[in-house]
């Protein structure tokens, strides 16, 4: 069973907020047949005024941790699913290369997992191309996805 029978089966909307991976978790969630029954849309947050402006992260986190953070991962994810009145909200920020960023090493990526009870963010380390990186973030994204459904009734 495919991610979008997963959601469709459980009953459940899910949107995005992505930062690295540029809307490759929204064009893989797209490319599912009846993806439009569950997923409510993405935003590709790229920059940090975007972070700002639109998902409402506070200038003060991103000032003190960063936009590669478990903090920012966390306000993309909530305000997200706010934001697209979904029951589920993945965020995504992190950097995937060439080189590092606010001191942050390549590689170092945050997922986000927002429902209306709770909030994970994992952070992980993660090695390879810049393609490489953000295609592993995705199929962790979506297996943690899966796992999260696998534990509702």
């Known amino acids: 069973m ?6 469709r089966k459980k009953g459940l909307t899910l949107a995005v907020a992505e930062s690295f991976t540029g809307g490759g978790f929204s064009n893989f969630i797209t490319n ?10 993405g ?11 639109i998902l409402q992260v506070p200038t003060k986190i991103i000032e003190k ?17 706010l934001l697209m009145h979904s029951d589920l ?3 995504f920020t992190g950097n995937a290369g060439p080189s590092s960023i606010e001191g942050k090493a390549v590689g170092l990526v ?7 009870k709770q909030v994970e963010v994992e952070r ?4 390879g191309t810049r393609q490489q990186i953000k295609k592993q973030a995705i199929q962790i ?4 996805l899966e796992n999260y459904l696998g534990t509702l009734s």
Do not use: W
Not at 2 to 7: A, F, G, H, S, T
Not at 32 to 41: N, W
């Open 2 to 7: 495919n991610i979008v029978q997963l959601l």
């Open 32 to 41: 599912i047949p009846h993806a439009s029954e569950v997923f409510m849309g």
């Open 43 to 53: 935003i590709v947050s790229y920059s940090p005024l975007v972070k700002e402006k």
């Open 65 to 81: 941790f960063g936009t590669v953070s478990e903090e920012c991962a966390r306000k993309m994810a909530i305000n997200c699913r």
């Open 89 to 91: 909200a993945l965020s």
């Open 110 to 116: 945050y997922i986000g997992l927002a429902t209306d």
């Open 124 to 127: 992980l380390e993660l090695k």
């Open 141 to 144: 994204a979506l297996k943690k």
